[in-house]
């Protein structure tokens, strides 16, 4: 199975501060990495698939990059709706991975 | 609009079995895979079986294989979600979640639409 590593697993920032969050494979995964939002007691949501492309309706100050193993998420200025944890998600084989989550939390 | 509901959860004992439901609306269910995903108590997610639009592929998670099974009824809009042997370990948050591909065989793309989760807890 493909192991996804996330880093940090917290993060604590303030309104406007560019936050980057990184995801590693244990092997190679070409582009197929998805990337997903979960505010607390709700289900997740897509920000990002194919590693950097930007799902519809997700505002532009997400965006991921990244091939291979390594992998990047970065919201360029934190809004406060974006306090939440973070998942990165191999896309490339069965079985499909989660990584272990980033919290962003308020400084 | 286009959702995803969960149903079926509820308070289970051990070694017992449950069967959960996704019914979905605003989309041609036919059309797509469709995952269950869980996330246990203060854990995170773990991905645990997708069937594909037509039924014809089904994939587990080594921790389910064998005890869950995924199906679909697609003149209902509706999936399944078949849990026996049921263990501590199961006990989360289930979600079904539409993958984002259309009439696809394969999963590159995530998964785009979420179900709201259905409980099921596993406790003698």
């Known amino acids: 199975d493909i192991q996804m590593t996330q880093s940090p697993s917290s993060v604590s920032a303030s309104v406007g501060d560019k936050v980057t969050i990184s995801c590693r494979a244990s092997?190679?995964?070409?582009?197929?990495l998805a990337w997903y939002q979960q505010r607390p007691g709700k289900a997740p949501v897509l920000l990002i698939y194919?590693?950097?492309s930007l799902q519809s309706g997700v505002p532009s100050r997400f965006s991921g990059s990244g091939s291979g193993t390594v992998f990047t998420l970065t919201i360029s200025s934190l809004q406060p709706e974006d306090f939440a944890t973070y998942y990165c998600?191999?896309?490339?084989?069965?079985?499909?991975?989660f990584g272990g989550g980033t919290k962003v939390e308020i400084k | 609009q286009v959702q995803l509901v969960a149903s079926g959860g509820g308070v289970v004992q051990p070694g017992r079995s449950l069967r959960l439901s996704c019914v979905a609306s605003?989309?041609?269910?036919?059309?797509?895979?469709i995952h269950w995903v869980r996330q246990a108590p203060g854990k995170g997610l773990e991905w645990v079986a997708v069937?594909?639009?037509?039924?014809?592929?089904?994939y587990y998670a080594d921790s389910v294989k064998g005890r869950f099974t995924v199906a679909r009824d697609n003149s209902k809009n509706t999936l399944y979600l078949q849990m026996n042997s049921l263990g501590a370990e199961d006990t989360a948050v289930y979600y079904c979640?539409?993958?984002?591909?259309?009439?696809?065989?394969?999963?590159?793309?995530?998964?785009?639409?979420w179900g709201q989760g259905t409980t099921v807890t596993v406790s003698s």
């Open positions: 092997q190679g995964i070409s582009s197929w």
């Open positions: 998600q191999q896309t490339n084989s069965f079985p499909l991975t």
């Open positions: 069937i594909s639009y037509d039924g014809s592929d089904k």
């Open positions: 979640a539409r993958d984002r591909a259309v009439i696809s065989h394969f999963y590159y793309y995530g998964m785009d639409v």
């Open positions: 194919g590693a950097s």
């Open positions: 605003g989309f041609t269910f036919s059309r797509y895979g």
